[in-house]
T-cell receptor, first 112, second 115 residues
Framework: DAKTTQPPSMDCAEGRAANLPCNHS???????VYWYRQIHSQGPQYIIH???NNETNEMASLIITEDRKSSTLILPHATLRDTAVYYC?????????????FGSGTQLTVLP | EPEVTQTPSHQVTQMGQEVILRCVPI?????FYWYRQILGQKVEFLVS????????KSEIFDDQFSVERPDGSNFTLKIRSTKLEDSAMYFC?????????????FGEGSWLTVV
């Protein structure tokens, strides 16, 4: 599985955009980038995923670089409830049903 | 919004006892999973299940563990003889299909404490 690298922690002011980076330099052409978050030991919550194009939904935007070696998750207006561990996961393109390998993620703390 | 539900939310059991954790996956989903997270550690894959059989399992999922879909709605994880090191949060998850473009949705977890 392609490995991902994320900063261990980040802070963001409430109401500002939170930009969470992820490096995945060994990603293959058919592997997707997924983002999940985990709020205080609750179940991982799906945020967004993408293959090549930038994606946006009601929760966040995902910006994937043209070479696909890195991506950024953007929470446009962070709130205190967005404080969580954010996981960037590269999902294998074939075969394995295992599919989600969680790393250590980035602890995002939204400050009042 | 449809969700994966898990029961119990917290269970305390004595070492050596059998435990069954229950899950109701999202109704139109066909693929089911169990993951676990030991306190302070990463979320780890245990097993995936499709069409009434195990698709894949990790090295953690040894003979002490079993999964079952006893009826059309429930999906269970059984630990036959619990050990102290089985204390963890267990997450059930489901997806409509398999493959990298299909999202896996997680339940809120069952916290198992073995004493």
């Amino acid at each position: 599985d392609a490995k991902t690298t994320q900063p261990p922690s980040m802070d963001c002011a409430e109401g500002r955009a939170a930009n969470l980076p992820c490096n995945h330099s060994t990603i293959s052409g058919n592997e997707y980038v997924y983002w999940y978050r985990q709020i205080h030991s609750q179940g991982p919550q799906y945020i967004i995923h993408g293959l090549k194009n930038n994606e946006t939904n009601e929760m966040a935007s995902l910006i994937i670089t043209e070479d696909r070696k890195s991506s950024t998750l953007i929470l446009p207006h962070a709130t205190l409830r967005d404080t969580a561990v954010y996981y960037c996961i590269v999902r294998p393109g074939s075969g394995s049903a295992r599919q989600l390998t969680f790393g250590s993620g980035t602890q995002l703390t939204v400050l009042p | 919004e449809p969700e994966v539900t898990q029961t119990p939310s917290h269970q305390v059991t004595q070492m050596g006892q059998e435990v069954i954790l229950r899950c109701v996956p999202i109704s139109n989903h066909l693929y089911f999973y169990w993951y676990r997270q030991i306190l302070g550690q990463k979320v780890e894959f245990l097993v995936s299940f499709y069409n009434n059989e195990i698709s894949e399992k990790s090295e953690i999922f040894d003979d002490q563990f079993s999964v079952e879909r006893p009826d059309g709605s429930n999906f269970t994880l059984k630990i036959r003889s619990t050990k102290l090191e089985d204390s963890a949060m267990y997450f059930c998850a489901s997806s409509e299909r398999t493959g990298p473009g299909n999202t896996i949705y997680f339940g809120e977890g069952s916290w198992l404490t073995v004493v």
